[in-house]
């Protein structure tokens, strides 16, 4: 019998997601061998204690009798009403329900989107750090990723000026993703309308994936990307996740927004794409009025004294107490992105630094260079867990890092 192994498609060769990747089946094998692993790769709340709001899980309660059929490919129209009707509310002023696609989960629409976006090397321009999908998406519907800078020496802003020195014939799309992941920047209205200006001189679509919404810290402000955007085609990204707290839900949603007459054949490769998968979970779509019309509940949660602002203080005064770490403070979304000073521990390197933590320390982080980030000194880390906890992860952190400054 051949011993041949089934070949898979090259189209996965530089496919990344580290976030689920080698080190967290490896700590799946250390939890089978009884240890206790901080998990803190993953911005999933309902792993931290969160639960959904009542009112979100009682809709879906209430009306499961009613989510047994297949539904519109763009999902519920009282649901898509609902989403276009905030829309409007935040300046979109033309949205309406045909112009709303829901999915199973913002994950799945961005790769229905680049999937009717791109053509072979086609370009699209993404963030660096990243949120590992963008990237693997362009890759896998045939796109090139070129990336923009946005370092911690610039306080994880993007440089409106580096971007449009990056744009070739071949540029499609301008990703834009605010509140960030992984850096928690929140760009401000002056940014925003920069790169719309961009998107318009070179004829991009924008792609604003805005899925942490108004989580944010202290004075930040979020501000969405379609209402500056106008003219210029936009699909806006949010959804159930993280601010509704409600991952496993699996329902996100797509506002395309811009000029009718460039956007329709868009809308109709959307509309086919979305086809092609039949429809998002339907149980979950009852969840959406009420997440978008009734009591805002994350609003308490990043407020002083709330479980995030917290969390994300017990960041900044153990990274504030290190001897190693630095970090450009998150303003929004719910990770921090410290990075190692390297004129302390010049040999420095992520992969091998978040290994060790797992096997010598039991933390679990997601090394920087997973967010297709050229350097190594960087992690990523959720704010979800309690902060007694995080100051004792940051206690492991740091003793991990004293150990690689041993001489
Ligand atoms: N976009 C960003 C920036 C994210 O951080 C995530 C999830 O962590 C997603 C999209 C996917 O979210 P969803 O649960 O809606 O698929």
């Known amino acids: 019998m051949s011993t041949t192994p089934v070949a898979t498609s090259s189209r996965l060769n530089h ?61 519920l129209s009282h649901a898509r009403e609902i989403i276009a009707a905030q829309q409007r509310s935040r300046g979109v002023t033309d949205s309406s329900v045909e112009r709303i696609f829901i999915g199973n989960g913002v994950s799945e629409l961005i790769d229905i989107s680049l999937r009717a976006l791109l053509n072979p090397g086609d370009e ?14 362009t890759l896998l519907n045939g796109g090139t990723p070129v990336y923009y800078s946005c370092s911690a020496e610039n306080a994880h802003f993007p440089d409106p000026e580096e971007i449009e020195k990056l744009i070739t014939p071949r540029t499609r799309a301008l990703v834009v993703i605010n509140p960030n992941n992984p850096t928690g920047a929140v760009y401000s209205r002056e940014l925003l309308s920069q790169l719309v200006r961009i998107a318009e001189r070179h004829r991009l679509v924008l792609l604003a994936d805005e ?77 959406i009025e009420p997440a978008l019309t009734g009591p805002d509940t994350s609003a308490a949660l990043t407020a002083s004294g709330g479980r995030l602002h917290e969390a994300r203080r017990a960041v900044l005064d153990s990274v504030a107490s290190s001897c190693f770490l630095n970090v450009v403070a998150p303003q929004g979304a719910l990770y921090a ?71």
């Open 211 to 287: 899925i942490y919404d108004t989580i944010t810290y202290d004075d930040a402000e979020f501000v969405p990307l379609a209402p500056l955007a106008g003219a210029v085609p936009c699909l806006s990204f949010s959804g159930l996740s993280k601010l509704h707290r409600a991952c496993g839900y699996r329902i996100g949603w797509l506002s395309l927004s811009g000029a009718r007459a460039r956007t329709g054949d868009l809308h109709h490769a959307l509309d086919l794409l979305a086809a092609l998968r039949l429809c998002a979970n339907v149980a979950g779509q009852w969840a």
């Open 124 to 137: 699209v321009l993404l963030p660096s750090p990243d949120y590992p999908l963008w990237s693997a998406a």
């Open 337 to 407: 992105f410290p990075a190692i000073d390297r004129a302390l521990l010049p040999g420095f390197d992520d992969e091998q630094f978040a290994l060790q933590l797992l096997e010598q320390e039991s933390v679990l982080i997601v090394p920087g260079s997973s967010f297709n980030l050229g350097t190594r000194q960087h992690f990523r880390i959720t704010l979800l867990p309690q902060p007694a906890e995080l100051r004792d992860v940051f206690s492991r952190i740091e003793r991990q890092l004293a150990r690689g400054a041993e001489p």
């Open 15 to 75: 496919v990344r997601y580290e976030i689920r990747g080698s080190l967290a089946h490896r700590a799946l094998e250390l939890e089978a061998e009884g240890r206790s692993i901080y998990k803190l790769n993953i911005g999933n709340p309902g792993l931290f204690g969160f639960r959904v709001p009542q009112h979100l899980r009682d809709a879906v309660a209430a009306n499961l009798d009613r989510s047994e059929a297949y539904c519109h490919q763009q999902g």
